[in-house]
């Protein structure tokens, strides 16, 4: 074999090697549909993911890689991670709920730093809302937790979609749910970031 011949080679595998990795990327998530292909609404939703899988590198931001679409849900990570057909025609917002839950898988696995995370966030918060009414989470343990996770999903948000539709869609959710942790995350995030550091968690 030549020197050109193996050039052509060694440039053959390189470009294979590329298309292989970037369909990877494209087939991590499978996608199941709680109803099957009779809801409409949760066909839609699971194209309109499909897309934004394509469009975003979520490769750093997959922990999971089996995702539920159901109709009228809460979206939540676990046993598995489940989204509701309600963001179907927002994609920064069903984005950024794809992101929060994948991240909650991501915090699941680091017990001990999660652990001392959040004591520290008890003497920084000892009166955090828990409720939703008071725009915490379901008690003060999950209000402290969700700390973590909507931090991190912030984060994640500003640097897949950039900062102006990163805050945006998190400036959504503070007027939605978790509305005192996202201000929080919005308004003084230099508390929480640094906590978060101490302890390894940044994605």
């Not at 008690?139 to 931090?151: D, E, G, T």
Request: with cysteine.
């Amino acid at each position: 074999m030549n020197r050109f011949t193996r050039y052509c080679t060694v440039l053959s595998l390189l470009v294979f090697s590329s298309i292989f990795c970037q369909e990877g990327k494209l087939k991590t998530v499978k996608i199941g549909l709680k109803h099957g292909s009779e809801n409409e609404l949760e066909v839609k939703t699971k194209a309109k993911l499909q897309q934004l899988l394509k469009t975003y590198d979520l490769s750093k931001w997959v922990f999971t890689d089996t995702v539920v679409i159901e109709t009228g849900v809460i979206p939540h990570s676990h046993p598995v991670l489940t989204i509701n057909t309600r963001d179907r025609d927002q994609d920064m917002l069903l984005l950024s709920t794809f992101v929060h839950e994948q991240i909650h898988w991501y915090v699941a696995n680091r017990d001990s730093a999660r652990e001392k995370a959040i004591n520290e966030f008890r003497e920084i918060y000892p009166n955090i809302p828990a409720g939703r009414k008071e725009g915490g989470a379901r008690n003060k343990y999950s209000s402290y937790l969700h700390l973590i996770v909507c931090y991190l999903e912030y984060e994640g948000m500003i640097e897949l979609a950039g900062d102006k539709k990163g805050e945006e869609a998190i400036e959504y959710w503070s007027n939605h749910h978790y509305t005192w942790i996202y201000k929080e995350v919005l308004n003084n995030g230099d508390k929480i970031k640094p906590v978060l550091r101490k302890h390894g968690f940044k994605i």
